[in-house]
């Protein structure tokens, strides 16, 4: 007798055929993208993908979600003194890049970084739709060979400087400067929104990172950490200066190894923020508990493991690689 084990099942045998929602249980995060979308009960299976990206595919979109990304070295360099960025990070965090632009509105890098890199700004490491495609160009210096212009992908926008010469249109964005020509993050997250993106992922580079940061206009932040030292180069996260330590930012953060060992730190700047005056006394213990360095509850001054995100991870790693975040 032979037997024929599932998903193998002879056709004519009266036996389920593998559906095409049977094929995709087979990828973790097809089957993420569609349980937040549909508001289904999410699947076990994505409970670890859920501890990374919750926040923001659960998002409440009726106002602007910012997250930024930087990959960096283990000293902190987001890339070579030539601009060379190409790979810092490794497979896994690329794949994390990716998921995350799948989840957002719109993807946001500054004109250095469009320069450089020339990226496409599209997902391709997993499944799911690329978002809008923005590049902060103030000045009106983004060569119009770039990739991220293609007419064949989706569509872009270019955030411009508002002044003579500038006409707002299909493409173009005019944002008004300060007094130094610097463009404030909240008017360009403002525009966006205007536009019906209210997710939105900023990229980079380091310039257009640290200035969302500074402007405190992120709610959360990603940092992946790869174990190698460049030792020169682009620093990441470049903030005003400070004298002591009681003045850095302590966000609440959550750490996950990837699967090839980078190291991936999801930061809450959202519950960083000081609280509005007149804000709930929720908001004003979140920042309690991250400014006090003596309320970190083991004595760790950095990251927090999460113990329900660790025992995600355990569960992940009993269940095998595929469903490693
Ligand atoms: N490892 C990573 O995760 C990662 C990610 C992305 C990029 N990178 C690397 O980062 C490097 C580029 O970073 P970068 O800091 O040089 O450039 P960038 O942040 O991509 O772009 C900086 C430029 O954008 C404009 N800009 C940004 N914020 C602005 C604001 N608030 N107001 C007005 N203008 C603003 C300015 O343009 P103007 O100069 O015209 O005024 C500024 O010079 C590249 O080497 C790239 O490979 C690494």
Redesign the pocket.
């Given at each position: 007798m032979r037997t024929i084990a599932p998903p193998y099942w002879p056709r004519d045998a009266g036996a389920p055929r593998r559906t095409s929602a049977a094929r995709r249980a087979v990828d973790p995060w097809r089957l993420y993208l569609d349980a937040v979308r549909s508001g289904a009960r999410l699947p076990n299976a994505c409970r670890p993908l859920d501890a990374v990206y919750g926040p923001l595919a659960r998002a409440d979109t009726s106002r602007p979600f910012v997250v930024a990304?930087?990959?960096?070295s283990l000293d902190g360099r987001?890339?070579t003194v030539t601009?060379?960025?190409?790979y810092?990070?490794g497979p896994a965090a690329l794949t994390h890049l990716h998921r995350l632009r799948a989840l957002v509105d719109a993807v946001l890098?500054?004109?250095?970084?469009?320069v450089?890199?020339d990226p496409q700004l599209t997902v391709r490491h997993c499944a799911g739709d690329s978002p809008v495609r923005v590049v902060?160009?103030?000045?009106g210096?983004l060569p119009p060979t770039l990739r991220c212009l293609s007419d064949d992908g989706p569509p872009v926008l270019v955030i411009r400087?508002a002044g003579p010469g500038v006409t707002a249109g299909d493409r173009i964005v005019a944002v008004a400067?300060d007094t130094d020509?610097?463009?404030?993050?909240h008017a360009?997250v403002a525009a966006l929104a205007a536009r019906g993106l209210r997710r939105i992922l900023v990229?980079?580079?380091?310039?257009?990172?640290?200035?969302?940061v500074a402007a405190g206009a992120v709610d959360r932040l990603y940092v992946t950490v790869a174990p190698l030292i460049i030792g020169s180069g682009?620093e990441?996260l470049r903030l005003p200066e400070i004298a002591a330590l009681t003045e850095a930012l302590r966000p609440p953060t959550r750490v996950h190894v990837l699967a090839d060992g980078d190291v991936l730190f999801d930061c809450d700047l959202a519950a960083a923020r000081p609280a509005a005056p007149g804000g709930d006394d929720d908001d004003s213990r979140r920042l309690l508990a991250h400014r006090a360095p003596a309320a970190l509850a083991d004595g760790d001054r950095g990251a927090r493991r999460d113990p329900a995100l660790h025992r995600d991870e355990q569960r992940a790693e009993r269940a095998g690689p595929e469903h490693a975040v």
């Amino acid at each position: 007798m032979r037997t024929i084990a599932p998903p193998y099942w002879p056709r004519d045998a009266g036996a389920p055929r593998r559906t095409s929602a049977a094929r995709r249980a087979v990828d973790p995060w097809r089957l993420y993208l569609d349980a937040v979308r549909s508001g289904a009960r999410l699947p076990n299976a994505c409970r670890p993908l859920d501890a990374v990206y919750g926040p923001l595919a659960r998002a409440d979109t009726s106002r602007p979600f910012v997250v930024a990304q930087l990959g960096q070295s283990l000293d902190g360099r987001i890339a070579t003194v030539t601009g060379s960025s190409h790979y810092i990070s490794g497979p896994a965090a690329l794949t994390h890049l990716h998921r995350l632009r799948a989840l957002v509105d719109a993807v946001l890098v500054g004109i250095g970084t469009a320069v450089a890199d020339d990226p496409q700004l599209t997902v391709r490491h997993c499944a799911g739709d690329s978002p809008v495609r923005v590049v902060l160009d103030p000045n009106g210096r983004l060569p119009p060979t770039l990739r991220c212009l293609s007419d064949d992908g989706p569509p872009v926008l270019v955030i411009r400087r508002a002044g003579p010469g500038v006409t707002a249109g299909d493409r173009i964005v005019a944002v008004a400067a300060d007094t130094d020509g610097r463009l404030d993050p909240h008017a360009v997250v403002a525009a966006l929104a205007a536009r019906g993106l209210r997710r939105i992922l900023v990229e980079g580079g380091a310039q257009t990172v640290s200035g969302f940061v500074a402007a405190g206009a992120v709610d959360r932040l990603y940092v992946t950490v790869a174990p190698l030292i460049i030792g020169s180069g682009t620093e990441g996260l470049r903030l005003p200066e400070i004298a002591a330590l009681t003045e850095a930012l302590r966000p609440p953060t959550r750490v996950h190894v990837l699967a090839d060992g980078d190291v991936l730190f999801d930061c809450d700047l959202a519950a960083a923020r000081p609280a509005a005056p007149g804000g709930d006394d929720d908001d004003s213990r979140r920042l309690l508990a991250h400014r006090a360095p003596a309320a970190l509850a083991d004595g760790d001054r950095g990251a927090r493991r999460d113990p329900a995100l660790h025992r995600d991870e355990q569960r992940a790693e009993r269940a095998g690689p595929e469903h490693a975040v």
